[in-house]
T-cell receptor, first 109, second 115 residues
């Protein structure tokens, strides 16, 4: 079955820096991969989708890359702000949706 | 605004009673909806996939008689926790797939506390 790995350790960075989160997966490559943000006690919120034939996708301060050779996606937040502090989940779809366990990002002022 | 509505957002019930949680897609038709539970500081755990007009597909270890799922229309799926016990207390989240946009939208979640 498909397995998704995200760094379980929290990522602590200083405001203004770029945060980079990693998502690795096993087995066959999905048609697309998604990133979500989840705040405590709330449902996840969709951020970005990147397809297997896309290397990079941008949305405002967010950037996602997709390397099907490495079986890895990187999620970047540039000029990070304390309001960006949350847990970020990656998800992929093969026969069904699989979610990573998420990485908690703490942006310190 | 929200495209998936989940209700109630929180509920407290007595042990042994049943609780129903609704999940509605507001702006699109969802042939597939998903139900998750999440314990504090843990990841989402998929419980079942709800298919409109057919039986739900349950993940391994999830009791289908305990967690009844009904997907009677293209915009509504319900999860009923039957004979609830304190260990069923958790955060339950639904999501619905918008196939036209290849996107999953999540509800705001429902906090269930069984006392």
């Amino acid at each position: 079955s498909q397995k998704i790995e995200q760094n379980s350790e929290a990522l602590n960075i200083q405001e203004g820096k770029t945060a980079t989160l990693t998502c690795n997966y096993t087995n066959y490559s999905p048609a697309y991969l998604q990133w979500y943000r989840q705040d405590p006690g709330r449902g996840p919120v969709f951020l970005l989708l990147i397809r297997e034939n896309e290397k990079e996708k941008r949305k405002e301060r967010l950037k996602v890359t997709f390397d099907t050779t490495l079986k890895q996606s990187l999620f970047h937040i540039t000029a990070s702000q304390p309001a960006d502090s949350a847990t970020y989940l990656c998800a992929l779809r093969s026969n069904k949706f699989y979610f990573g366990s998420g990485t908690k990002l703490n942006v310190k002022p | 605004g929200a495209v998936v509505s989940q209700h109630p957002s929180w509920v407290i019930c007595k042990s042994g009673t049943s609780v129903k949680i609704e999940c509605r897609s507001l702006d699109f038709q969802a042939t597939t909806m998903f139900w998750y539970r999440q314990f504090p500081k843990q990841s989402l755990m998929l419980m079942a996939t709800s298919n409109e007009g057919s039986k739900a597909t349950y993940e391994q270890g999830v009791e289908k008689d305990k967690f009844l799922i009904n997907h009677a229309s293209l915009t509504l799926s319900t999860l009923t926790v039957t004979s609830a016990h304190p260990e069923d207390s958790s955060f339950y989240i639904c999501s619905a797939e918008d196939r036209l946009k290849n996107t999953i939208y999540f509800g705001e979640g429902s906090w269930l506390t069984v006392v």
